[in-house]
């Protein structure tokens, strides 16, 4: 795993190493993340700057502080299945048995009050449509749709519609917004290749930004360095992904580096339009494609590893202009920048597995009704079956329900695009609505009730509100994140908490 994920990461830093120029400089695009990012960080440097960052530092160390004693607290009721405080029927046992509660996860409590509340209130309407709805209506036609002897944890039982269905939205969505992006990117390209011509009557740049575009190619990266080491990676992986992984073949891998460049040019620009990185869509093309090219054999690993190896290198690459433009914005050199990502890429390669395996060995990750279910695993996996074996392995009236919803994720998009801001801001999000059809609804309550502590906050105190919540909020995060380390630690030595707070019907 070490070796796969280093050989992609440090292709996907070179890919779009020549390119920093145009994109940057050039067709000056935005890209969101990266300028709010420097905005934050050129605003510390100023004398309000520094009061607002003691603030915010101050905040964050409070609710950290709160967040991890308070996952302290709830491990020792923990000692059981189905114990503790993430367990609490906060609207009764019938809606617990639905996954309709409360679990006082500070981490997606956190993660709501981030995300905007569109967000999160669709990921509610996917919650109370699934769970609150559709599950229990097929769950009614046990016997008659599926099997009634086979386990509700089956593909070809119930969750088999879980699955299939979420994944038909997630594809929905994901083939609007992928058509959308190539749409928009080729319509800003033509319009800027055909308006170069005028280059010469555009208004003398501001003082700022030339003394930024002097030190941004001053201190540039040689063009031949970054080829050189895209194709010094590029052999490496040619050589070694098929050795770890004989599935995929090697010249899939040839074809995947041939056509990387111009997917991670694609992707960023995109990107730098909108602030959307589109990379897990061009990674579900590659599954589709390998998966149907490798046959049965091989298909479903070949896919999926044609998939992250497609989607590391395109979204890397991405994130590389978001740096670069930041990088810009706070006449940081970018040599350092690339420097800085590089080390931290290498630490992340060594890092990451360790930390999947830490997670693999003391919890049950990838079980439908645990605590880590691991979603996106099955939906990834479950494509890669359905690449290889058609429509046959999806239980009955399954596959109507999934051109249902596929066409329902289409039809929002296209809805939220040409309709007012004051209709098209309410339609749901349905990439956010898939993912409660599988993790079931107190995740969504969660986020829902971060965005409930916004909401309110805004409303007593807008200013204040707006200084700290993201420091509030990565506290919170950060402070339950935390926690799972000493929790492993604890796991990995088969102490168990001493307690089981449960909740029974009277």
């Known amino acids: 795993m070490t070796a796969f994920v280093f050989v992609t990461s440090f292709v996907g830093i070179l890919a779009l190493v020549p390119l920093r120029k145009i994109m ?27 009061k607002m960052a003691k603030e915010q530092v101050q905040g964050f160390a409070r609710f950290f502080s709160f967040s991890f004693f308070w996952g302290f607290f709830q491990w020792f009721y923990s000692g059981g299945d189905q114990c503790g405080f993430a367990q609490f029927p906060t609207f009764g046992l019938k ?3 639905q996954t309709f509660f409360f679990d006082f996860s500070m981490t997606y409590t956190g993660a709501g009050m981030i995300c905007s509340h569109l967000v999160n209130l669709s ?45 038909a939205l997630i594809l929905g969505d994901g083939l609007y917004n992928f058509l959308k992006i190539m749409y928009c990117t ?43 080491g895209y194709v010094l990676f590029s052999a490496v992986s040619i050589i070694m992904i098929p050795l770890v992984f004989p599935q995929l073949k090697w010249y899939y891998v040839v074809v995947a580096y041939l056509l990387a460049p111009s997917l991670g040019f694609c992707n960023a620009y995109g990107a730098g339009l909108t602030d959307m990185n589109m990379a897990y869509n061009y990674g579900k093309v590659a ?6 090219l490798s046959g049965k054999d091989n298909g479903i690993v070949a896919g999926l590893v044609g998939c992250g190896l497609i989607k590391s290198i395109v979204s890397i690459s991405s994130d590389l202009m978001h740096d670069s433009k930041s990088a810009h914005l706070t006449l940081t050199s970018p040599r350092s920048m690339l420097l800085s990502q590089a080390v931290g890429t290498a630490m992340g390669c060594v890092v990451a597995p360790l930390t999947f395996f830490l997670f693999y060995k003391a919890f049950d990750v990838g079980n439908p009704t645990g605590e880590y279910k691991a979603p996106y695993a099955i939906v990834y996996r479950n494509m890669a079956i359905l690449g290889v074996e058609g429509f046959s392995s999806l239980p009955h009236h399954c596959l109507q329900l999934c051109y249902g919803f596929f066409s329902f994720a289409i039809a929002a998009n296209l809805l939220r695009d040409v309709s007012p801001s004051k209709v098209g801001n309410w339609v749901p999000l349905p990439m956010a609505m898939a993912v409660p059809f599988l993790v079931g609804a107190s995740f969504a309550i969660d986020m829902c009730v971060g965005s409930l502590v916004v909401f309110i906050w805004h409303k007593f105190d807008n200013q204040r509100a707006n200084l700290l919540i993201p420091a509030v909020a990565s506290g919170l995060i950060c402070g339950d994140g935390l926690w799972i380390l000493p929790s492993s630690i604890l796991a990995l030595a088969k102490i168990k908490p001493p307690m089981c707070m449960q909740f029974v019907s009277a």
């Not at 993340?33 to 309000?48: D, E, K």
């Not at 599954?287 to 149907?292: D, M, Q």
Request: hydrophobic fraction near 45%.
């Open 24 to 50: 940057i400089i050039d067709y000056k695009l935005t890209y969101p993340s990266g300028t709010a990012t420097a905005v934050l960080i050129n605003g510390f440097h100023t004398p309000q700057g520094d």
């Open 123 to 167: 990921l509610l309407c996917g919650a109370i449509l699934s769970w609150g709805i559709m599950w229990p209506l097929i769950h009614g036609l046990k016997g008659d749709w599926y099997p009634a002897a086979l386990s509700e944890s089956s593909m070809k039982s119930l969750n088999g519609y879980k699955v299939f269905i979420s994944i």
């Open 287 to 292: 599954l589709f494609v390998l998966a149907a």
């Open 186 to 228: 080729s319509r800003s390209i033509h319009a800027r290749i055909k308006g170069k011509s005028a280059v010469a009557d555009q208004p003398v740049e501001p003082l700022d930004d030339l003394q930024r575009n002097e030190l941004f190619l001053r201190e540039g990266i040689p063009v031949w360095l970054a080829c050189a």
């Open 95 to 97: 809606a617990w048995k």
